[in-house]
């Protein structure tokens, strides 16, 4: 925010600085507003800006909505008009009169509708009402069309237009209902309920056109009722809104499964133009043409291949009776062969039971019980010169350790009449009897003395 330097009492101002900082005062230090106030003076010149005065009973002040902000405005403003606007405080230097520079523009009260608006939008967008999955798909080529709208407005008269014009053969009904007012939600959701039934003349519908033209957000609000959101989500068919101008969106419009611009847009959506369907035949047609003219040629070529190989029948049955001599041919050389298989099978069997005759196998079993005889005699007699040889190594090997030829060499063992060998001097007391072992006999003596040697 600049800050405005104020002049001394001195200093004598120009009437244009004077009105500079008095508009540098007013938009520095006032943020917008919101003024609500009743239309006078309006004036739009070749500009396309909006000059305009807002008052109420006792006080006015004058307005400027330039054409860049003006341009999304969706209604024209006129004198008498209650609005609400949104804007900045401003001083226009050339005059040095106080205004609003307008930045947005609502009628009085549209303010409230718009809040109850976006407040039911978000309601049924968490409910899912709005999600593109859910939505059915129109008919290619619709039938039989349900309009529900105004019999007396422009909307259904454009419509009919072109349907007329793009695809007469369409047929169209009509369901006379009220598209503004208290009623008008009612009547609507009455009309879709009918559909629905589909009795009488509406037993073929295919497709519903909901529309109507344009008008202010009051005009429109029937289109936003709640229940009749509901009614048109619950439609058993396809649902095509086209609802005022390109710029209004209405719920009716999300929650339908498909939404126009304009009621002549919806009409164009649903009907295919007669041109084009006449050039598709046209190309269906060549199509079909040039499937059957080659069909019919393959044919032919099929049929010149069939009579080439089609032969006279006598030529057929020289050829079986060919077949048959060929066959019984093989029957009589596959009946040799296994007669001569058979013959062969039956001189193996023959040998085999020859070879398997009871005095030849028992005299093969003596033959090998006298083999395995011998080798069993043969094995006893190595085992048991094995078994001598080893006790005479063994026992010359205890010999050489034992004590008699110890004995043999002039030792001897010593012990007591208890037989216990004596290794030292102290285990036998003197007059105590001893015995000698010597290499060939045994001395027994009396003890006279120990005594211990170093």
Known sequence: MSMITPPSDSKVLTVSLLNRLARQLLEDHFPAVQVQGEISNFAQPASGHWYLTLKDASAQVRCAMFRNRNMMVRFKPKDGMQVVVKARLSLYEGRGDYQLLVDSMDEAGAGVLRQAFELLFLKLKQEGLFEVAIKKPLPVWPRHVVIVTSPTGAAVRDVISVFRRRFPATLLTIIPVSVQGQQAAQ????????????????????????????????????????????AIHACVLPVVSAIGHEVDFTIADYVADARAATPSAAAELLCPHQADIRANLRAML??????????????????????????????????????????????????????????????????????????????????????????????????????????????????????????????????????EVLARFDQVQVGATISTRLAEGNILSTVTLTRHEE
């Open 187 to 230: 009547e609507m959701m009455r009309a879709l309920a009918l559909i629905n039934a589909g009795q009488g003349c509406l037993q073929d519908v295919d497709t519903i056109l909901l529309t109507r033209g344009g008008g202010s957000l009051e005009d429109l609000w029937c289109f936003n009722d709640e229940a009749l959101a509901r």
């Open 286 to 419: 060549a199509r079909q043409t040039t499937f059957i003219a080659s069909t019919i040629q393959s044919a032919r070529k099929h049929l010149a291949a069939a009579s080439k190989r089609l032969r006279h029948p006598g030529r057929r049955l020289q050829e079986q009776a060919q077949r048959l001599d060929l066959i019984e041919l093989r029957l009589q050389r596959a009946w040799q062969r296994n007669q001569s298989q058979r013959l062969h099978t039956l001189q193996m069997a023959g040998k085999r039971l020859l070879s398997q005759r009871p005095e030849r196998v028992l005299q093969q079993q003596r033959l090998a019980v006298m083999a395995l005889w011998q080798r069993l005699n043969l094995q006893i007699r190595r085992h048991l010169q094995q078994q001598q040889q080893a006790l005479a190594a063994k026992s010359h090997a205890l010999h050489t350790v034992s004590p008699l030829q110890t004995l043999a060499r002039g030792y001897s063992i010593t012990s007591t009449t208890g037989g």
